[in-house]
């Protein structure tokens, strides 16, 4: 039981758009920092953007992230049949105390 | 280059403890704090705790306190994190992550180096 909710699923066809929404709260998104990740089947998760919409190196400017309020999202442009996987949002929640990640949304490519 | 190198796959017993390790190389390990994320198959992520690898204070998420704990050896670079009263919930793939970046003490909640998962079953 997550604090943070993103849509089950989204898919697009390659080379299309497609954004994924993490709700939250004011002690979690609305006053903290947002990352994303992507996890590959069967890999670790990889970190995509942190603190909201800063992208480490690596990362390509395909992936966007932004927030809004208590709501973050995520955006995926050009879409890849490489970029299907599962996508975590994840923050700080201080009234828990505690990093919270979101319910994970699987992105497919048609 | 980073990385986090974590010990092998386990089998334990409902009741027995674990305790997995991760080891750090290519950067300052005493500089960022550790995470502890499990993954129960076919599940969604979920955040254990962290250490501050320098000092060797931690914070555990509430569902874990009492069973969880997490230490360090700072002269081999290497996290642990050991959990008792083992039930087959517990069953999952447990990672360690290093914070993205700390300042002034504090570490983000971003994580940006992940080990590659220890699989641990929990059966009788």
């Known amino acids: 039981q997550s604090v943070l909710t993103q849509p089950p699923s989204v898919s697009a066809a390659p080379g299309q758009k497609v954004t994924i929404s993490c709700s939250g709260s004011?002690?979690?998104?609305?006053?903290?920092?947002v990352s994303w990740y992507q996890q590959l089947p069967g890999t670790a998760p990889k970190l995509l953007i942190y603190d909201n919409n800063k992208r480490p190196s690596g990362i390509p400017d395909r992936f966007s992230g932004s927030k809004s309020g208590t709501s973050a999202t995520l955006g995926i442009t050009g879409l890849q049949t490489g970029d299907e996987a599962d996508y975590y949002c994840?923050?700080?929640?201080?009234?828990?105390?505690?990093?919270?990640f979101g319910t994970g949304t699987k992105v497919t490519v048609l | 280059q980073v990385q986090l190198v974590q010990s092998g796959a386990e089998v334990k017993k409902p009741g027995a403890s674990m305790k997995v390790s991760c080891k750090a190389s290519?950067?300052?390990?005493?500089?960022?704090?550790i995470n502890w994320v499990r993954q129960a198959t076919g599940q969604g992520l979920e955040w254990m705790g962290w250490?501050?690898?320098?000092?060797?204070?931690?914070g555990y998420a509430q569902k874990f306190q009492g069973r969880v704990t997490m230490t360090r050896n700072t002269s081999i670079s290497t996290a642990y994190m050991e959990l008792s009263s083992l039930r087959s919930e517990d069953t999952a793939v447990y990672y360690c992550?290093?914070?993205?970046?700390?300042?002034?003490?504090?570490?983000?909640?971003?994580?940006?180096?992940w080990g590659k998962g220890t699989t641990v079953t929990v059966s009788s």
């Open positions: 290519g950067y300052t390990f005493t500089s960022y704090d």
């Open positions: 994840g923050t700080w929640d201080s009234s828990l105390s505690a990093r919270v």
């Open positions: 004011s002690s979690n998104i609305g006053n903290n920092y």
């Open positions: 992550a290093k914070a993205r970046y700390c300042t002034g003490g504090t570490c983000s909640s971003s994580m940006d180096v």
């Open positions: 250490m501050n690898p320098n000092s060797g204070n931690t």
